[in-house]
């Protein structure tokens, strides 16, 4: 599907299946921007995709609200001693550092697993990140509590130019969307082989849901063109 038809779906809430390159994680994610998302996209997230149901938002937002990588504040901590540290990923195999921050859930969820729970805990980061309030970090602290079960990851602060991940790749999807730099998504995993779903299975699974498949090196040369 083309890059257009894409920004398409995104635009009506809708999903679509983004592959990363076979150079990369060579994964395919659902995605679905974060101010749409309900409950029944949670649900189809974890049955239909069956990986880690994350968050991911740009990086201007996530210094607004003074957050730093989970990687660099365990580094940094003074609970974890030398040898502790030596845990900390440094670049993963695929080629870069994770992405992930900290983990949340709204303060009004339960457990904060429950699709619903979830639903929410996404939905008012969105409202938070679109909101022109100057206060955000003190909103997000009085309204999200840490640790959670949304995972944050942080976009890089150069988007395309710094790292071609799912996560910078969803946030640029969004910024040529125009929609808030806030996206849900979540590996496709196939459940007869236990490893990341094949490129061939989710375009199938693509076309029989009627759901645009994008391959992200397409994006990337948009990017360099743009």
Known sequence: MS????ISSLRRGDFILLHDGGKRENEVDMVIAAEFVTPEHIARMRNDA???????????????L????????????QKFDSESKKMIIGTAPYG???SFSISINHKNTFTGITDKDRALTISEMAKLCNSENDKKKEIFNSTFKTPGHVPMLIASEGLLSNRLGHTEMSIYLMKLAGLTPVTVICEMLDSQTYTALSTEKAKQYAIANTMPYFDGTELVKFAKEH
């Open 3 to 6: 890059l257009e038809e894409s």
């Open 50 to 64: 069956g990986g880690l149901i994350c968050m991911s938002i740009n990086h201007e937002f996530a210094t607004s």
């Open 66 to 77: 003074g957050l730093d990588y989970m990687h660099e504040i365990l580094s940094t901590s």
């Open 96 to 98: 870069d550092r994770p």
